[in-house]
């Protein structure tokens, strides 16, 4: 397949105009000017991205990937899907031994089967101090004979884990979880700058959603954000939804660490492409007023509701051709590599020809998943 575009943007170049050459799933060959040949789609007026990937997503569409079987985590994936996000992580939240253990067994097919990116652990082994929207109530420190477990039923699905670093144990288990090829990300912690410098030291590489759910930066007592932003091995996660954190600290924090160390990510829940109304995140209840997610009866922020095409198009500004560039590598290039999928995450011949079709007002027109169309915008959102 030939598709071409007014504009291909990738990580690193925008092709006015510009096409892309699928062959077997994969990017073959892409370039600016004429098509090698008459394209088999054209889209004079759009812009071609890469495929979002989002490492931090609970839910989407009504579902939730803690609560859902095989036909609420696919639901919950393809109403992320429907707005560009072609590489999806299905993160769970904090439950007791026998329920995660569960949940890890029911999402681990669908990574083998390449429907989801992978799993990814945010809890049980969290700060109770900085708990946000976990059950503090089944919050614990590691356990080796868990983690053993977890990876074991897992077979390779679990991609990344959060992890509070001052609990006991914690670094052993970072170590641990590293040595098994696990992304171990730092967060809903109340660690010290030089706890947090310690467990990167293990094998630490990601920042769950920074600012939230731990210590604020302070004159004497930095805490774990100046650590996460000062050492270059770490990619920092924000949530640039305007509810989590105020934009003009996530464009500071871009152009302090570089877009090569910035992945947005959506921390949504089941409301995501839905509306208000009142949901669940794992065992707890939660209220959605106005498109923000809260624990129900209180002012705890409970994930989001935001979707990743929504928060491409804050990161593209004013859609100049840096801009551009700059959402890319914060919506796909930089969370694909904090996670080792070499596979995704631009526009380059041999990566997986995952990629979105955006109108002139950058919003989802069509998108294409390991080279397949999966429809239109009026299609694709009657899902």
């Not at 920074?210 to 004159?219: D, E, I, S, T, V």
Request: proline share 5%; with cysteine; charged share 20%.
């Amino acid at each position: 397949m030939l598709i071409a575009a007014g504009r291909v943007v990738t990580s690193e170049t925008v092709h006015r105009p510009g096409w892309v050459e699928i062959d077997a799933g994969r990017v073959r060959a892409l370039g600016a000017g004429t098509p090698p040949r008459t394209p088999d789609r054209a889209y004079p007026e759009h812009t071609i991205v890469p495929g979002f990937v989002d490492i931090h997503v609970h839910g989407g569409g009504g579902s939730d990937y803690p609560d859902g079987d095989r036909g609420g985590a696919l639901a919950a994936r393809d109403a992320h899907r429907a707005r560009g996000t072609t590489r999806t992580m299905a993160s769970l939240v904090t439950a007791d031994r026998a329920s995660l253990l569960a949940q890890v067994e029911r999402l681990a097919p669908l990574v083998a089967a390449g429907e989801l990116g992978g799993i990814h652990l945010e809890g049980p082994w969290l700060s109770q101090k900085r708990a946000g929207a976990h059950d503090v109530a089944q919050l614990r420190a590691p356990d080796p004979a868990e983690i053993d477990a977890l990876l074991a039923a897992a077979d390779g699905a679990i991609r990344m884990v959060t992890i509070a670093p001052e609990l006991p144990g914690a670094l052993a288990a970072i170590e641990r979880l590293v040595g098994a090829g696990v992304t171990v990300a730092l967060g809903h912690t109340d660690a010290d700058y030089e706890q947090t410098r310690a467990a990167l030291a293990a094998g630490a590489t990601v920042a769950t959603h920074l600012f939230n759910a731990m210590p604020a930066l302070h004159h004497r007592e930095p805490g774990p954000i100046l650590a996460l932003l000062e050492d270059s091995r770490v990619t920092v996660e924000l949530i640039a939804d305007g509810t989590h954190l105020h934009p003009s600290l996530a464009r500071w924090i871009a152009e302090r660490v570089g877009d090569e160390r910035v992945a947005l990510v959506t921390d949504a829940m089941g409301a995501a492409a839905c509306g208000d109304g009142d949901y669940r995140l794992g065992e707890l209840a939660v209220e959605v007023r106005k498109g923000v997610a809260k624990l129900a009866g209180t002012e705890t922020i409970a994930g989001s509701t935001v979707t990743m095409d929504v928060l491409f198009r804050i990161a593209a500004g004013a859609g100049s051709e840096a801009e551009l560039r700059a959402a890319v590598r914060k919506t796909s290039t930089t969370p694909a590599r904090a996670v080792g999928w070499a596979d995704a995450g631009d526009l380059a011949p041999g990566l997986v020809a995952d990629l979105v079709v955006l109108d002139p007002d950058l919003h989802v027109a069509a998108v294409f998943a390991v080279g397949q169309i999966l429809g239109d915008a009026a299609a694709l959102n009657a899902r």
